[in-house]
């Protein structure tokens, strides 16, 4: 775990930077006030990295890896190698100077070279948030990177494909493990022209606050910065908002403190206004940038009696009831797992789990998944 004290305009953050050039100094001012980066989280995909690097590279599997790991990385490892031929080139983990700034280094998870087209594959390990690939700020500087490097040893015509790929095999909310951007080396170098001089702006030049969705969303600062508090409420009528903050900098321990004390009424409000958005496009109104989709909802067993029954025969008391109600189909799977079972005893348990219809959500319009579609209050199926 570490604190941010170094000027960060890596690729990683480039979602970021390249919007609010004024993030990039004020994280470093407030280091000390900020939260540790590192979690659980990053940790897992720091491993899995390892674990798809070693495959790629011929090494084994490191002991230890779980096999749900293993299974998703594979997906990763397996597209990768599908740009492999004769005489391909392919680079794993490759440390590369950033085309912006060659005292930094940026790692590729992994670059394939063929005589007819560039691909650059981006593992990400986590299920929460999906990544797209396309006109992907991350991706962009890897391959523009990595090229102006081989670009020392041979030549790569303004029309040679470039193909950028994210490989998110746990996403939640995309069936699509694999999406990739294709462009020409040319159409790579104008959009990566912009970012170069983003990044200038951000260390030298002229850096402004410009919060955004894209940009704000992962900042490690957004929790002291005043132009996050105040770019919802700014982008609404002055006749509908209901808090003035200070201009972008750094809110005092006193300003938050006053906004945590209204966090219950504006809670209370925004759930009001989500619950009444709800309702109107429930009732058949024409989606105004939300709609909605169905919700996530847990597997239940059909009939627990039964459920019990059928699993006494693999399962312990202690297993079965580790608090009063019986387990869950998830954790009876997980219980289960490792176990011989017969087929007549899976089809039988399958038989017992259902998928209740998630509860309507509303999500942004841009969102991935489909929009539930109603007449009046009757969901069309």
Known sequence: ????????????????????????????????????DSSVFADEGTQAHEVAANLLLGKGVQPG?????????QVYVDHVRSHQSPGSRLAVEKRVPLFYLNSRNGVVDAATQTGNALYIDDLKYGQGVSVEAEENEQLAIYAESIIRQWELIMEFPQTFPVHLSIVQPRDRNNPAAVRTW?????????????????????LHGDAKFEPSDKACRFCPAKGICSAFATQGLTALPASARVIDLPDPGALTREQRVQVLKAKRVLTEW??????????????????????????RANRTWVDVDAALKLLNNHLTIDELRPRADLISPAQAEKA????????????????????????????????????????GFTKIQ
């Open 336 to 375: 289960l797992k490792g176990r011989e079972l017969s087929t007549k005893f899976e089809n039988k348990l399958q038989g017992l789990i259902t998928r209740p219809e998630g509860k309507p959500t509303l999500v942004p319009e841009d969102d991935k998944r489909p929009a539930i579609q109603v007449t």
């Open 270 to 295: 925004m759930d009001a206004v989500m619950a009444q958005e709800t309702s109107d496009l429930m009732a058949g109104a024409a989606p105004m940038g939300f709609k909605l989709v169905e919700g």
């Open 65 to 73: 890896t779980s096999e749900e790991m293993l299974q998703h990385v």
């Open 1 to 36: 775990m570490g604190r941010r004290e170094q000027v960060d305009v890596g690729p990683s953050a480039a979602s970021r930077w390249s919007r609010c050039t004024a993030s990039v100094k004020f994280i470093v001012e407030h280091a000390a006030e900020l939260p540790e």
């Open 182 to 202: 294709t462009l020409t080396r040319g159409d790579l170098a104008m959009f990566t022209t912009r970012l170069g001089a983003k990044a200038y702006q951000a």
